[in-house]
T-cell receptor, first 111, second 114 residues
Framework: SQQGEEDPQALSIQEGENATMNCSYK?????LQWYRQNSGRGLVHLIL?????REKHSGRLRVTLDTSKKSSSLLITASRAADTASYFC???????????FGKGTMLLVSP | NAGVTQTPKFQVLKTGQSMTLQCAQD?????MYWYRQDPGMGLRLIYY???????DKGEVPNGYNVSRLNKREFSLRLESAAPSQTSVYFC?????????????FGAGTRLSVL
């Protein structure tokens, strides 16, 4: 069964607005990653946050991790139409070489 | 730099037919993975190979076999295709596990089983 669950399932915003997606998971993790998938394409890694980190930034992306609540959020600031995609969180467990993906959030950014 | 290359991109099979999905990576990665993606289900791991010479079952291995041919190549075989195997299949690779488990994905193979 999937470890991560993203919320909301779908999000529709206007260009220039911020988009926030959340991910909850069930067991302890070593790291949590976010991936983007454009329609009809493979997934692309966006950012990794380790279990001992609370916040990480990369360009317009900000990721937070709260291990006590077993949750993470991905914030995309000043959204662009090109940000339209599905976003997945994936959790990695210590000692394992696999990731467990959530079902994703579909983001639509309208011009 | 090609990254992860999957072939074919599209395939239509009849129930009971067999086929092999090919995957190759040129990043000298140790670990390779096969996933399937179905609407509303996210990605589910079928099989993975943590290193050359090893393979392990993932969440949904039934009906599939894999071969880690060498460090570059990891193939997925459907011996007797069933309509339930209609899906989009993704191959991925990573340097290693743990915090080095950033995965790089191919473009996918869209498979329909009639």
């Amino acid at each position: 069964s999937q470890q991560g669950e993203e919320d909301p399932q779908a999000l529709s915003i206007q260009e220039g607005e911020n988009a926030t997606m959340n991910c909850s998971y069930k067991t302890s993790i070593n790291n949590l990653q976010w991936y983007r998938q454009n329609s009809g394409r493979g997934l692309v890694h966006l950012i990794l946050i380790r279990s001992n980190e609370r916040e990480k930034h990369s360009g317009r992306l900000r990721v937070t991790l709260d291990t006590s609540k077993k949750s993470s959020s991905l914030l995309i600031t000043a959204s662009r139409a090109a940000d339209t995609a599905s976003y997945f969180c994936a959790t990695g467990n210590s000692g394992y070489s696999t990731l467990t993906f959530g079902k994703g959030t579909m983001l639509l950014v309208s011009p | 730099n090609a990254g992860v290359t999957q072939t074919p991109k599209f395939q239509v099979l009849k129930t009971g037919q067999s086929m092999t999905l090919q995957c190759a990576q040129d990043m000298n990665h140790n670990s390779m993975y096969w996933y399937r993606q179905d609407p509303g289900m996210g990605l589910r791991l079928i099989y993975y190979s943590a290193s050359e010479g090893t393979t392990d079952k993932g969440e949904v291995p039934n009906g599939y076999n894999v071969s880690r041919l060498n460090k570059r190549e990891f193939s997925l075989r459907l011996e007797s295709a069933a309509p339930s195997q209609t899906s989009v299949y993704f191959c991925a690779s990573s340097e290693a596990g743990g915090a080095k488990n950033i995965q790089y994905f191919g473009a996918g193979t869209r498979l329909s089983v009639l």
